[in-house]
């Protein structure tokens, strides 16, 4: 049948001396014999909200943040057919009952054409979220209409609070000789030397994941502090 268009359905029996019976099938809640073709998804649209912050970092399709304050997606289902029938929304696995304003996500009586609902729109935020741990946070987005078509969609971050570690500090002469003598006010170089630093920017102790060092940046400062 033609998608989003009402058909009725009759039935006919026939026994084997030739008699008939006719009859249509009817919708469990209004009683009507009129039924509604529909095989066509909601349609899901997430987008961050105006007030959303922005990524600290962006490597490739991974948005890096500092925290998880002030991170919200705008989260709209359109379903003009049948209807929707349930939005559902998940942070990390854990299934949301309300948006990030209180309102409670969708769900009604499937098949109550009288109370049909085309367009609800709702506010997810992942503030105080416990983090993976990688350090991401996945937010999914779903969506059923009143025959059971579905949708689902879904966003994933990652936030990092950990600071970079230097974990090494490199002195090179490019010769046999040695350039670094060690005296009680500190460390006196006698040939030219190269100083290699070595830093690193992980989640945690066991993650390999990280936004990355940015810059390693070095000053020479008087003992005396001036």
């Known amino acids: 049948p033609e998608n989003n268009k009402f058909y009725k359905i009759y039935i006919v029996a026939e026994d084997k001396t030739g ?7 009817k919708a469990l809640s209004d009683k009507s014999s009129l039924v509604l073709a529909d095989s066509k998804k909601p349609t899901i ?44 929304a998940s942070v990390n696995g854990e299934t949301l009952s309300k ?17 049909r609902e085309t367009d609800k729109t709702y506010t997810i935020g992942v503030d105080n979220t416990r983090l993976s741990a990688d350090g991401s946070i996945e ?8 025959a059971g078509n579905t949708s689902k969609d879904k966003r994933k971050i ?10 090494g500090v490199l002195f090179d002469t490019h010769t046999d000789s040695v350039a ?9 170089f006698t ?14 102790k ?3 994941e990280g936004s990355g060092v940015k810059s390693v940046t070095y000053s020479l400062i008087p003992a005396d502090g001036s």
């Open 99 to 115: 948006d990030k304003n209180g309102n409670n996500l969708y769900k009604t009586n499937r098949y109550d054409l009288a109370i």
């Open 45 to 88: 649209d997430v987008t961050t909200t105006d007030n959303s912050r922005t990524p600290d970092y962006t490597d490739g399709d991974k948005l890096w943040y500092s925290s998880a304050s002030g991170i919200s997606y705008k989260f709209a289902v359109t379903d003009m057919e049948s209807g929707i029938y349930e939005v559902n």
């Open 139 to 146: 937010i999914g987005f779903g969506a059923e209409d009143n």
């Open 180 to 188: 670094i003598v060690p005296k009680q006010y500190g460390y006196f």
């Open 191 to 204: 040939k030219k030397t190269d100083v290699t630093v070595n830093a690193t920017d992980f989640i945690g």
């Open 19 to 25: 008699n008939v019976s006719v009859s249509t099938i």
């Open 206 to 208: 066991t993650s390999k």
């Open 158 to 167: 990652y936030i990092d609070k950990d600071n970079p570690v230097i974990s």
